[in-house]
């Protein structure tokens, strides 16, 4: 509501969106428990929390001066105390290619309609492999030679149950994108993934 002035997304604890194959509605945000963060970061060997370095970009995404800050404040509520380092656009490109946003990054993704597409960006392989899960690699190459939607809807939601339980990352919210087209267009549909295709388009005379 602040940020996005009630325009963010909610992830449902998930990174496909709701129209993808494989999106699990029974899956939910992480409840907010600030008491409970503090609970578990004690048995981690954190009672006090701990500090580390938060890498944002400058002008890649929406707002993503604002956000870094946001979660820069809860998370310092309950201990961890981040050095924001807001990076030039060039720059952060290239430590995102060298995977050298670490240990926390703040990243976008422009999600493919097809979640096969999507899930790649997590597997051991993909050019920029910030998470490797052996258990993850094995579904989501299920789930990119299966041609059964059903059963390739079923093990893409496997998949989200298994990112949801380990948490590989912190899924913050999906942005609206706004666009504006002459009244003499008709059929635009803006695709999910930001992208237009103009194949029905048609323009009035």
Same mark, same amino acid.
């Given at each position: 509501?602040?940020?996005? @002035?009630?325009?963010g997304?909610?992830?449902?604890?998930?990174?496909?969106?709701s129209?993808?194959v494989?999106?699990?509605?029974?899956?939910?945000?992480?409840?907010?428990n600030?008491?409970? +963060?503090?609970?578990l970061?004690?048995?981690?060997?954190?009672?006090?929390?701990?500090? &580390?370095?938060?890498k944002?970009?400058?002008g890649?995404? %929406?707002?993503?001066?604002d956000?870094?800050?946001?979660?820069?404040? &809860?998370?310092?509520k309950?201990?961890?105390?981040?050095?924001?380092e807001?990076?030039?656009?060039?720059?952060?490109?290239?430590?995102?290619?060298?995977?050298?946003?670490?240990?926390?990054?703040f990243?976008?993704? %422009?999600?493919?309609n097809?979640?096969?597409? &999507?899930?790649?960006?997590?597997?051991?392989?993909?050019?920029?492999?910030?998470?490797?899960?052996?258990?993850?690699?094995?579904?989501?190459?299920?789930? +990119?030679?299966?041609?059964?939607?059903?059963?390739?809807g079923?093990?893409?939601?496997?998949?989200?149950?298994? &990112?949801?339980?380990v948490?590989?990352?912190?899924?913050?919210?999906?942005?609206?994108? /706004?666009?504006?087209?002459?009244?003499k267009?008709?059929?635009?549909?803006?695709?999910g993934?930001?992208? /237009?295709?103009? @194949?029905d388009?048609? %323009?009035a005379?």
């Amino acid at each position: 509501d602040t940020i996005f @002035y009630g325009y963010g997304i909610p992830t449902n604890g998930q990174v496909l969106r709701s129209a993808q194959v494989g999106f699990d509605p029974s899956l939910t945000d992480y409840e907010y428990n600030p008491e409970k +963060a503090r609970q578990l970061l004690a048995e981690a060997g954190y009672p006090d929390g701990f500090t &580390m370095t938060y890498k944002a970009s400058s002008g890649a995404y %929406a707002q993503d001066s604002d956000v870094p800050f946001a979660v820069a404040g &809860m998370l310092e509520k309950v201990g961890v105390k981040t050095n924001i380092e807001v990076i030039e656009g060039g720059e952060y490109l290239r430590q995102l290619r060298a995977t050298e946003l670490v240990p926390m990054g703040f990243v976008g993704m %422009a999600p493919p309609n097809d979640p096969g597409i &999507m899930m790649q960006l997590f597997h051991s392989t993909w050019r920029y492999p910030y998470y490797k899960n052996p258990d993850l690699d094995k579904l989501i190459d299920a789930g +990119a030679k299966e041609l059964n939607k059903e059963k390739r809807g079923e093990i893409y939601r496997q998949a989200m149950q298994l &990112m949801h339980e380990v948490s590989p990352v912190l899924w913050l919210y999906g942005a609206v994108d /706004f666009y504006a087209s002459s009244a003499k267009i008709s059929n635009l549909k803006p695709g999910g993934d930001g992208k /237009f295709w103009f @194949y029905d388009v048609k %323009a009035a005379e």
